[in-house]
């Protein structure tokens, strides 16, 4: 016994000790940084008084009564910390009722002191044992409720401070049970009693440790998963009777071994099964199912979607993946990803919300896919998927990365007047069921309002392009035309030094320099007007191997750009819109190049197609850059650039019949491939279009 009773001292120290270091660091855990250190300072004071006055005194009682409402204080700071004490009706009445009945408790226990009669007393004691039962009970769904109201990432802060709550009113619901139905203390439980702080203080101290996130309140229903809570403790304090009735009936020394045993496994089930996940889930689709019509408080869900999309500030997520938290949000959905059209009308990875990185291919759907969900808004359970429930369905529509994935669950379109703006893919929930209609509409609905979000984002985006292009032409058309007049007048002057230059020489020299001032100047002229304007012109075939030696040698005095030879081959385009184009990748490679380091220019035959490769050893780009900005108008990385080059490169490429590819890795270098039609092939192709409108 005193083995056991030192646990009371040990106690008292450590919490001590964790009081001052929590006026040390107040910050640590908030604004109930007070109220915690008053409420382990009283447990401290509680474990000294046993010691000095026994387990049995009335200074213990009287202490252990404060302990109990500065634990009450605690608990309804951590509810007031994101307003839940004013949001959530039924919680101030029920921090006032305990605080009554605590109350009531101080008076049996003062009333007690002057009573001599024997039977009187135990009258008292056995009434405050009752009070002390009921407290814990309410005091237990109060911490059920600050745990399960929270939302999944700030349950993680809360999970400390609950956990040592939950130990101490389960400890004392079991505790006073056994007194309550053997009549007297059981010295070994009590003794016991005063290792609680002592666990209280070890959990306090890795909540106090690890990093704290506000609260983020997302009700569900509150008030019927407080009534459900209350029903399950009522059935566990049940059994806790039906049990001990069962151990009375046991004689001998074996009966206080079997009553310990009994609260230990008791108390460490009702530990570890309450706060799971898994249980959480069980206990809001059985609530929800037994006690209302409807799955789904329209109401709550709407604002909680509502707070979702509207928030601000420099924390807040970008839209994309706030859209996907929203319709997470919905199912209880830990995760997912949102997929979005790309030029080729597939649909790619464009943001992630807590999934872990993962290769998503490109592209994550493909067209017949992408059709199918913009035809039919259907909304693909993928457990009735892989269990071969496919009717209706098209032919490859779940790819292998996401038939193979067990956490995808399910597959819901954002429809935007009927045009397909993305794809989220949900991961499954804790507590996983089969979707019904209830939850087919509401997702369907909350996916209608989100895609009206990302067209929004997409116009405004749109109109932003669109007003510095309109700023970019004002700007090439005052150049174009100030440029023009200097064209003009050079010109004729050319023309009147033929004329009235009597000196040869100077005549010579002067048809010299203006001619070829002239020349450059309308060459730059061609090249600024030349923009949208050459898809009406034929292509010709133009060889490769020439071209890129020209563009080694214009820079041979700036960086060093190396030439892989290889059998000349014909392309067909338009020189000058190619030039240009090789010239401006080239330029970006040598930019993003080190001076030691050369520029590689490649061409090679590649079925039926010219292959040609500018490739640097520069410092690369993120996946995120290339998706994002590398090929978007005015997303410039060079200082005062217009950062228009690389999506004119690939718009003059896309206009001659080719496309335009980059891989990229960061600290390793870029490599752009231009893919453009053979001479021959490309002649041969007009031929045949020529015959068949002939025939026609």
């Known amino acids: ?63 252990f009564s404060l302990v109990n409402l500065a634990w009450l204080w605690v608990l309804y700071g951590l509810f007031a910390q994101d307003g839940r004490h004013a949001s959530l009706g ?17 008076a049996i226990t003062l009333t007690g002191i002057g009573t001599a009669e024997v039977s009187a007393a135990d009258e008292l004691v056995r009434a405050g044992v009752s009070i002390r039962l009921l407290f814990c009970a309410g005091a237990l769904v109060l911490v059920h409720n600050l745990y399960v109201g929270a939302s999944p990432a700030n349950r993680l802060a809360l999970r400390w401070p609950a956990a040592a709550l939950a130990v101490l009113w389960v400890y004392e619901l079991n505790y006073n049970t056994i007194v309550y139905l053997g009549g007297d203390v059981p010295l070994l439980l009590a003794a016991l009693r005063g290792c609680v702080p002592l666990a209280m203080v070890g959990l306090l101290t890795l909540g106090a440790m690890s990093k704290n996130g506000q609260q983020a309140f997302r009700p569900s229903r509150a008030f019927a998963f407080q009534s459900f809570s209350l029903l399950l403790i009522g059935a566990y304090f049940l059994v806790m009777v039906v049990a001990f009735q069962g151990l009375t009936a046991i004689d001998g020394d074996f009966v206080r071994l079997a009553q310990l045993a009994f609260i230990a496994v008791a108390s460490a089930l009702a530990l570890i099964v309450l706060p799971s996940r898994r249980m959480r889930g069980w206990l809001r689709v059985t ?191 005052f150049v174009m035309h100030d440029i023009k007049n200097l064209a003009s007048q050079l010109s004729l002057l050319a023309r009147n030094a033929e004329r009235h230059a009597d000196n040869p020489d100077f005549r010579a020299d002067m048809l010299v320099t203006l001619r070829n001032s002239a020349d450059k100047l309308n060459a730059l002229l061609q090249r600024l007007g030349r923009y949208g304007a050459q898809a009406g012109e034929a292509a010709g075939a133009v060889s490769i191997q020439p071209m890129l030696r020209g563009i080694a040698e214009r820079y041979r005095l700036q960086h060093a750009v190396l030439v892989n030879e290889g059998p000349d081959c014909k392309v067909s385009a338009h020189p000058e819109a190619l030039e240009q184009a090789l010239i401006h990748l080239v330029q970006n490679a040598v930019d993003a190049t080190e001076s030691g380091l050369p520029v590689m220019l490649e061409a090679r035959r590649h079925d039926g197609d010219v292959a040609i490769e500018i490739v640097d050893s520069g410092s690369g780009m993120t996946p995120e850059f290339i998706r994002t900005r590398l090929f978007k108008p005015f997303h410039s990385s060079k200082p005062g650039g217009f950062g228009i080059g690389a999506f004119e490169a690939r718009e003059t490429i896309r206009a001659m019949g080719g496309r335009l590819d980059v891989e990229s890795h960061e600290g390793l270098g870029t490599r752009f491939t231009i893919r453009l039609p053979l001479a021959e092939r490309a002649a041969l192709r007009r031929m045949m279009q020529e015959h068949e409108a002939k025939v026609a």
């Not at 039924?90 to 101080?106: A, D």
């Not at 009735?384 to 098209?394: D, N, T, V």
């Not at 895609?451 to 007003?467: F, I």
């Open 1 to 63: 016994m005193a083995v056991l009773l030192s646990g009371y001292l040990i106690s008292a120290i450590a919490g001590l000790v964790l009081a001052g270091w929590l006026v040390t660091r107040r910050g640590t855990i908030g604004a109930v940084s007070r109220p915690m250190g008053a409420a382990i300072v009283l447990s401290s004071m509680w474990a000294i008084s046993v010691l000095a006055f026994g387990l049995t005194a009335a200074t213990g009682h009287l202490l």
């Open 90 to 106: 039924p919680i101030r009445p029920v921090v006032l009722s305990l605080t009554f009945v605590e109350f009531l408790q101080i």
């Open 287 to 477: 609530a929800t199912k037994h006690l209302f019509q409807h799955r789904y408080d329209y109401r709550e869900e709407w604002l909680r979607f509502t707070r979702t999309m509207g928030g601000g500030g420099p924390e807040v997520l970008p839209l994309r993946e706030r859209a996907v938290q929203a319709l997470a949000d919905i199912t209880d959905s830990p995760a997912g990803l949102l997929l979005t059209p790309d030029e080729d009308g597939g649909l790619v990875l464009a943001a992630r919300w807590q999934w872990q990185d993962e290769h998503v291919p490109a592209p994550a759907l493909d067209e017949t896919a992408a059709r199918f969900f913009a035809d039919s808004e259907y909304i693909v359970d993928l457990d009735r998927w892989r269990l071969g429930s496919r009717e209706g369905l098209p032919q490859g529509l779940v790819p292998d990365w996401l038939a193979g994935d067990e956490r995808a669950w399910a597959l819901v379109p954002l429809l935007h007047y009927e045009r397909l703006l993305g794809v989220v893919v949900l991961a499954r929930p804790p507590h996983a069921r089969t979707l019904d209609w209830e939850d087919f509409d509401l997702l369907r609905v909350i996916g209608r309002q989100l895609a009206s979000y990302l067209a929004e984002q997409a116009s405004h985006d749109a109109l932003g392009e669109a007003l510095r292009f309109e700023e970019f032409n004002r700007r090439i058309a």
